[in-house]
Nanobody, 120 residues
């Protein structure tokens, strides 16, 4: 199983970016898919999470600015980030809970990080 993340980059405060992540490989089912971020000198934190039933969770700091969505048929998750702030700067990681067959337990998988920099 592999998670491939796309997007990221550098923007000015108030700008927008879109991240996408695609899971590939032997996949039976995916439960949670989401995004974490890690700023320099800080611990990795949850940014947004999407469950298979469509429910979502957001960090308080991004509510109203970020929107997560997913396509279960394509095993992809997207995150639209609007009104970006300097404190949103960090490396963003895609994460998914995946079962590879009907007997396997759910396993966390991580994508490669993608850098988001918000600076004037």
């Amino acid at each position: 199983v592999q998670l491939q993340a796309f997007g990221g980059g550098s923007v000015q405060p108030g700008g927008a970016l879109r991240l996408s992540c695609a899971a590939s490989g032997t996949i039976f089912s995916i439960n949670d898919m989401g995004w974490y971020r890690q700023a320099p000198g800080k611990q990795r934190e949850l940014v947004a999470n999407s469950r298979r039933d469509g429910s979502t969770d957001y960090a308080d700091s991004v509510k109203g600015r970020f929107a997560i969505s997913r396509d279960n048929a394509k095993n992809t998750v997207l995150m639209q980030m609007n009104n970006l702030r300097p404190e949103d700067t960090g490396v963003y990681y895609c994460n998914a809970d995946i079962r590879t067959n009907w007997r396997s337990p759910r396993t966390h998988y991580w994508g490669q990080g993608t850098q988001v920099t918000v600076s004037s």
